[in-house]
């Protein structure tokens, strides 16, 4: 902290005093998303357009709908701001700080108005931590728009902030030290925190031209990787001297897999697939497994070793190579004869399966229904977001800002937004999966017409908009499933694992628990759990981890045809699944799917 005083005392700069919160996220609905390279880059987007409120994180930057910019929570790198503003009374940022005894993050903002959540009449600021009667350390998690205390931090539990201070000086919230020398120390250290940011403000007001891009450099390749079992790689970036820079330097990421008991043999070579063919191997490893190609982390004998590899579909019954053979598993034995097969052949064949790159934290066990937190941490602590480059998952979510969550609202589905549609489905039907399945129904004669009429078929079903209630179309199959909707204080649907990691990443949902938790033969896991969304409740929910769009979509569209609304039992990794769909059908025959879910038998 010296040398940044003493750097700023030499290199005068203009600091432009932009009311650009750090750390904070807004919540509210999102008008539209594009990308920028930086918080500035995304404050000129908002400045350009209608537009009151923005957030920026990652490269995203969300424009929110005026009418509904939500509440500020505490997101760690994020940034956001308002229209037009170089100067706000209050700014509030989030502090990095955790729970004292279990070490797990919290992010505080400060400062915040009021001591009780929700109360209209909170007047007085605070720059730091308050204390419950108890003498625990509690900070504000979430704040409204202008800056009311609207949720805590878990108030049974000491929060601490490290060496964060407010801008009077004082620590945010710290613990009381037992050793004297130390408690001077870490007062020395904020009084010259509050002497920076008074040479900063006095910087903010003078003439002198500005230096300094602002922007990162380009990350580094990753490092190689520190250890072969459970090691780290890391990454780095540089702030131009001068520059005022958001987020981190560095990052690191897990390496090498577990490499426990049911590892390969040591006389295995981690860089060949000799002895793997079909197997996967540990993060940072080079792949054997089919899914490889797609993912395009293959050994370099790949194709030499583990030979053809699996068709690209359209024939008439299923076939597969040998190298992706083995990952078909046996069909669970109370499944459907003809359907158990057939699913677990397109688990076997899912080119855009994900679950290698994914890690979850399934957390506490848990009931139906139980309002209480046992899960502290998110449910996905790991991943790789490469794979949302992909086609199907790309335009998967370039449609999630189309919706709005209140089944009571009009969705005005306009021009571009179906054809945003017509581009998912018409990626969707390149896939092997999409491709198997058409050539299964056909064979069976669940559906007999050509694949255009199979693509329009889709469209119907899912993408419909219909009413769920005093004629007000604001609900369709695909959002009902594939995103979620809220009617009457209810959650409803909710049934995919990408728009969930999406919304827990901007913290609108909180994992609770779980009380199933099935490995799909490592190609995915299945879930039965609760969560929140906002402040609603889901009571049972369900997804599969892992799996891709094409997949699950293919599976109840299959069930649909072969079954219509009857139990669909259908076998998964070697697993008993048994697959929910439910219809609205209309005049001349028109069907809309009103929901489809799976549960583990």
């Not at 929110?64 to 100067?87: D, Q």
């Not at 931090?153 to 613990?175: P, V």
């Not at 459907?336 to 890690?359: R, Y």
Request: glycine share 8%.
């Amino acid at each position: 902290m010296l040398l940044r005083i003493a750097l700023s005392s030499l290199f005068i700069v203009c600091v432009q005093s932009k009311c650009q919160e750090v750390n904070v996220a807004l919540d509210g609905d999102v008008q539209s998303m594009k990308n920028a390279r930086s918080a500035d880059d995304c404050q000129k987007e908002c400045d350009k357009t209608r537009c009151a409120h923005w957030t920026w994180k990652g490269g995203q930057c969300k424009i929110l709908r005026t009418a509904a910019p939500g509440k500020k929570v505490g997101v760690l790198g994020a940034v956001s701001g308002t229209k037009n503003s170089t100067n706000c009374a209050v700014k509030v940022k989030g502090e990095e700080c955790y729970y004292a005894q279990s070490r797990d993050p919290v992010i505080c903002i400060f400062p915040f108005y009021g001591e009780v959540p929700g109360s209209k009449s909170a007047n007085t600021k605070h720059e730091s931590c308050l204390k419950t009667r108890r003498g625990i350390f509690w900070c504000a998690t979430k704040l409204s728009v202008d800056n009311k205390l609207l949720a805590t931090s878990d108030q049974t539990k000491h929060i601490e902030c490290g060496l964060a201070t407010s801008t009077q000086g004082e620590f945010r919230c710290i613990g009381n030290s037992t050793c004297p020398s130390l408690n001077s120390v870490k007062k020395r250290i904020a009084d010259l925190e509050k002497k920076n940011r008074e040479l900063e403000a006095r910087l903010a007001s003078s003439s002198c031209s500005a230096s300094g891009s602002g922007s990162w450099t380009s990350w580094t390749a990753w490092s190689s990787c520190s250890k072969s079992c459970q090691g780290t790689q890391t990454r780095t970036r540089t702030c131009p001297r001068n520059g005022q820079c958001q987020g981190r330097g560095t990052e690191t990421k897990n390496c090498g897999g577990n490499c426990g008991s049911g590892s390969s043999s040591k006389t295995n070579n981690p860089s060949s697939c000799s002895g793997r063919c079909g197997k996967t191997a540990g993060i940072g490893q080079c792949q054997c497994a089919a899914s490889c190609v797609s993912f395009g982390d293959c050994c370099s004998d790949y194709a030499a070793v583990c030979g053809a590899k699996v068709p690209s579909g359209g024939s008439s019954s299923p076939s597969v190579s040998p190298s992706s053979q083995s990952s078909v598993r046996t069909p669970a034995r109370n499944s459907d004869p003809v359907l158990g097969p057939f699913t677990e052949f397109l688990l076997a064949l899912d080119e855009n399966n994900a679950m290698d790159k994914i890690t979850i934290n399934a957390g506490c066990t848990t009931r139906v229904g139980k309002p209480n937190d046992c899960s502290s941490a998110p449910l996905f602590t790991r991943v790789d977001t490469s794979v949302f480059r992909k086609p199907v998952y790309s335009k998967l979510m370039a449609m999630y800002e189309n919706y709005i969550p209140d089944t009571l609202k009009v969705e005005d589905h306009t021009r571009p937004e179906e054809a945003e549609e017509d581009a998912f489905l018409a990626e969707i039907m390149k896939t092997k999966v999409m491709k198997e399945t058409l050539a299964f129904l056909k064979k069976n004669k669940y559906f007999t017409k050509s694949e255009a009429e199979f693509k329009r078929l889709l469209k119907e079903l899912w993408f419909g908009v219909y009413s769920r209630g005093m004629r007000i179309k604001g609900s369709s199959g695909f959002e009902h499933v594939f995103l979620g909707e809220k009617k009457a204080g209810k959650v409803q649907g909710f049934h995919n694992w990408v728009y969930f990691y999406h919304l827990e990443k901007q913290n609108q949902v909180n994992y609770l628990g779980h009380w199933e938790n099935v490995d799909l033969g490592g190609r995915g896991v299945g879930l039965s759990f609760t969560f929140k969304w906002g402040q609603e409740q889901k009571p049972f929910a369900s997804f599969m981890v892992g799996t891709s769009p094409e997949l699950e979509l293919a599976i109840y569209t299959t069930c649909l045809l072969a079954k219509g609304e009857d139990k669909c039992k259908i076998s998964l990794g070697g697993k008993p699944v048994e697959v929910e769909v439910h219809v609205f059908t209309r005049p001349q025959g028109v069907r809309y799917i009103a929901s489809s879910f799976m549960d583990w038998m």
